[in-house]
């Protein structure tokens, strides 16, 4: 558990200095939108773009300083540093929520409101994401890692407009998640969460174990 | 004297550089030196033993038990890396937190006062240690949690005279405790001339030889006369020819014929430098036959 | 561990484990070193004395073979010094070596025994 806490609190450290120029740069790009966009769609937008964001700076940041190769000799268990990686999507996800639930709330920012559906459907849709991500960065390296984050922000547009086409399905998707009970729903999560921790610490490790430095 | 490491047969192979049948064994209680020149594959080898790099072929026994589980054998090595390897924006303290969160016998205490002692600040970042501070913190970081096995890669390099000094202090001292060993390439025979029990002679991805230091430096000697004199020696004899208007200087692993032959000249003690590079030069030609 | 000088030098044409065993051997045979005393740990002493702790090994081997130490496990080595036949031995066969190089080269020489003895007298008290 120490390790794993440990490990969580150095991604942060990494990337603690561009953090607050992300939120920045990101505040001011969803205000003008903020007005004439549904809470449901800004809040998916939002939420994927920052965790892949945060995900995405501490993978560059830790392959430039390599001090991942000091920790490959020390008895460290790569099976933990998948759970760490996929806690950092867990706790981000938690954090920018509560933020953008709180900030919604308040009439001043126009944010449109959410409700748990968009909540859960989002973190069901992240974990799956990040299940397969996680161990994909780890089997690239850096230079390959910046072309995929390329094709991923240029994709993007293309992509919400794919969802948007499809928006009865996830509609239908919603609706069909308010009709669950809410403990249930919590449940439903935590299974997800423990799933998605087991099978990324074991993919990773499997990578980590034959990778070379 | 039982084996702290056996490596047999271990090979490897790049694109560009190969290491190929290495047999060698770091014995305990000894300080090993691995010499090289630059590119002749020491950081290769140390990244085998440590796991960084996985090996084509061969076989490596840790602590002279084969049943050994990796996670064990890393928590009982220590490590000095040369470029360091650490999290430039961490401070030393989170770092070490990571670090000691990692080993099962990690020794705070000990941490700590080798802290005072390099009279490192805890607070400071990584990114802004010099060079020779950073290699204290790796040393620290490696000296406490009770490793029975020290590998450095090139840790003197880029150091100025004084923390190389200190460095052999630390060695001597963490060597004295039974059934501690080290082991440290360099490409600097100073710091093995001082310090080393055993030396590891690496050329091009082949193992020269291993060889007592006492034992190397006891092979060779240099000698010195007048240039007539040199025209009546065998160049086979004489490795590392220096000569110049007023007279020559070699180096030779014939002294004792040489001496009564030829009584005037001048014969001395060797530095490791030149056994070094006689040496090489030696066994190139022999592997080239 | 007060008596027991060792002093290694560079200048010298012996190797460094020879320099060092006969300094020990000395050491014993002058009784500067007494039965029972325990000697330096073989890393300790190589690392005092600069030199590889395979040399000191060597020696601690060789003078243990002469019987001159002895080492327990665990516990380090011990001069043997108390047998006493064994160091008189040595010390008789340290000085017939040097007699018989020195009569080896008399008879080279022409130089009677009654000659070699009067210069032995002589040389004895001068020295």
């Known amino acids: 558990m120490k390790q794993i806490y440990n490990l969580i609190k ?25 007005k004439n966009t549904p809470g449901s769609l800004l809040y998916g937008v939002i939420i994927f773009m920052l965790t892949f964001m945060i995900y995405h700076m501490i993978s560059m940041e830790e392959m430039k300083q390599k001090g991942h190769i000091y920790l490959a ?29 709180g900030l919604s709330a ?34 690239l390296g850096y230079i390959r890692l910046q072309m995929i984050s390329t094709v991923t922000i240029f994709l993007t547009p293309i992509i919400i407009s794919f969802i948007l086409r499809r928006i009865d399905f996830i509609i239908n998707i919603r609706n069909y998640i308010l009709n669950i009970p809410l403990p249930a729903l919590i449940l439903f999560c935590v299974i997800i969460l423990v799933l998605v921790s087991i099978s990324t610490s074991k993919t990773s490790a499997s990578i980590l174990d034959s990778k070379e430095y | 004297m039982e084996d702290i490491l056996r490596i047999s047969n271990i090979s490897k192979h790049f694109k560009t550089f190969s ?10 209680n000894c300080i090993t030196g691995f010499l090289g020149k630059n590119g002749a594959g020491k950081t290769t080898l140390i990244k085998i033993i440590l796991g960084l790099v996985h090996k084509d072929e061969g076989n490596i026994v840790y602590f002279n038990n084969p049943n050994l589980k990796k996670r064990d054998i890393k928590d009982r090595i220590g490590v000095v890396l040369d470029d360091g390897y650490f999290y430039d924006n961490l401070t030393l303290n989170q770092m070490k937190n990571l670090v000691s969160s990692t080993y099962t016998n990690w020794n705070e205490k000990k941490y700590k006062s080798y802290i005072e002692r390099f009279r490192l600040d805890e607070k400071q970042i990584i990114s802004s240690l010099s060079k020779g501070m950073k290699m204290k913190y790796a040393l620290s970081l490696a000296l406490s949690h009770n490793a029975d096995l020290l590998i450095m890669d090139e840790p003197t390099s880029g150091l100025d005279p004084e923390v190389r000094k200190e460095l052999m202090n630390i060695l001597n001292e963490y060597i004295q405790e039974d059934g501690k060993s080290v082991l440290f390439s360099t490409h600097i025979t100073s710091d093995l001339e001082q310090i080393a029990d055993e030396i590891i002679i690496i050329n091009d991805g082949k193992i020269l ?55 005037e000249i001048i014969v001395e003690r060797a530095s490791l430098e030149d056994i070094f590079l006689a040496r090489t030069e030696v066994l190139e030609n022999e592997t080239n036959i | 561990m007060g008596n027991l000088n060792i002093i290694i030098s560079n200048a010298s044409e012996k190797p460094l484990y020879e320099q060092i065993k006969e300094q020990i051997k000395s050491a014993i045979l002058k009784g500067d070193l007494e039965n029972g005393e325990l000697l330096p740990s073989i890393r300790n ?46 010390k008789r066969v340290l000085i017939e070596e040097k ?24 040389v004895y008290e001068e020295v």
């Open chain 3, 45 to 90: 002493f190589s690392t005092d004395l600069n030199v590889s702790i395979l040399t000191v090994r060597r020696v601690y081997d060789e003078l243990e073979r002469e019987g001159f130490v002895s080492s327990k496990a665990g516990k380090g080595t011990f001069v043997l010094a108390g047998n006493k036949d064994l160091l008189e031995d040595t």
């Open chain 1, 10 to 34: 150095k991604d942060f450290i990494l990337i603690r200095n561009n953090i607050l120029i992300m939120l920045l740069v990101l505040g001011f790009a969803s205000i003008p939108v903020a």
């Open chain 1, 73 to 101: 000799t020390t008895p460290l268990s790569n099976k933990n540093i998948g759970i760490a990686k996929s806690f950092i999507i867990t706790i981000s996800f938690i954090i920018i929520t509560i933020g953008y639930i």
């Open chain 2, 19 to 28: 290491l190929s049948n290495i047999n060698i064994s770091i014995k305990e």
């Open chain 3, 99 to 122: 007699l018989i190089d020195l009569v080896t080269l008399s008879n080279t020489l022409d130089i009677s025994i009654e000659e070699l003895h009067k210069m032995l007298d002589i």
């Open chain 2, 209 to 263: 030889e291993q060889i007592s230091k006492d034992e190397l430096i006891e092979e060779y000697r240099l000698i010195k006369s007048n240039n007539k004199i040199l025209e009546k020696l065998n160049m086979n004899d004489l490795k590392l020819v220096n000569k110049t208007n007023y007279g020559f200087s070699a180096i030779t692993d014939k002294y004792e014929k040489l001496r009564k032959e030829f009584p």
């Open chain 1, 106 to 139: 308040i009439n001043f920012t126009k944010l449109g409101r959410i409700g748990i559906e968009d909540v859960v459907l989002a973190f069901f849709t992240i974990e799956i994401f990040f299940a397969i991500y996680i161990p994909l960065t780890f089997k």
